[in-house]
């Protein structure tokens, strides 16, 4: 409600989205397709584990004293979400479409709640999660026919370039 926070309450969500897909979908979605292998069992595999990675960090809201079912919840729309932004990353070799999408989630979600000072219910996070599945549904079934033509996800020195 303060007009004055609005600027850094934006720069805010813009650098958690941005560090948070550098971080899970730049970093460590790259490190297990290089790890596994740039085939469907790897692609699979990089992309369910970072996404668990990514919900997990989401655990920690726990320690803030939020409820621990709205934690889970939340923890469970974030993996769903992960899988969607993990195949964005492979699909477009880069992270900023990934970013765009990522930011305009956290801005929803500030503009529904944060800005109201109010904690979304269990069912709220239900509802997200719920909401977010067939978008991960859809994400993984873009793999289904995808053959890279090269790498899924730039090079090292490609990606100094892209951050």
């Known amino acids: 409600s ?3 926070l609005t600027g850094p309450v934006i720069l805010f ?3 958690a989205a941005f560090l948070e897909e550098v971080a899970f979908r730049g970093l460590i979605l ?3 397709v290089r790890a596994w292998g ?3 069992r790897g692609l699979i595999q990089s992309i369910l584990v970072s996404s668990l990675l990514f919900s997990s960090i989401h655990l920690l809201d726990f320690l803030s004293g939020r409820p621990l079912l709205d934690v889970l919840l939340q923890s469970l729309q974030a993996f769903f979400l992960g899988i969607f932004l993990a195949v964005l990353v492979l699909r477009s070799k880069s992270i900023y479409p990934a970013t765009f999408f ?3 989630w956290n801005l929803a979600g500030y503009l529904s709640f ?3 000072g109010i904690e979304p219910a269990p069912s709220t996070w239900l509802l997200l999660s719920l909401v977010m599945l067939p978008i991960a549904v859809l994400g993984m079934y873009q793999l289904r026919d995808w053959r890279p033509d090269g790498p899924s996800v730039p090079s090292t020195v490609e990606y100094r370039r892209l951050v």
Do not use: E
Request: no cysteine.
């Open 2 to 4: 303060d007009s004055a």
């Open 13 to 15: 969500i813009l650098a």
């Open 30 to 32: 790259h490190g297990f």
């Open 38 to 40: 740039n085939i469907r």
């Open 102 to 104: 990522h930011v305009i």
């Open 114 to 116: 944060g800005s109201k």
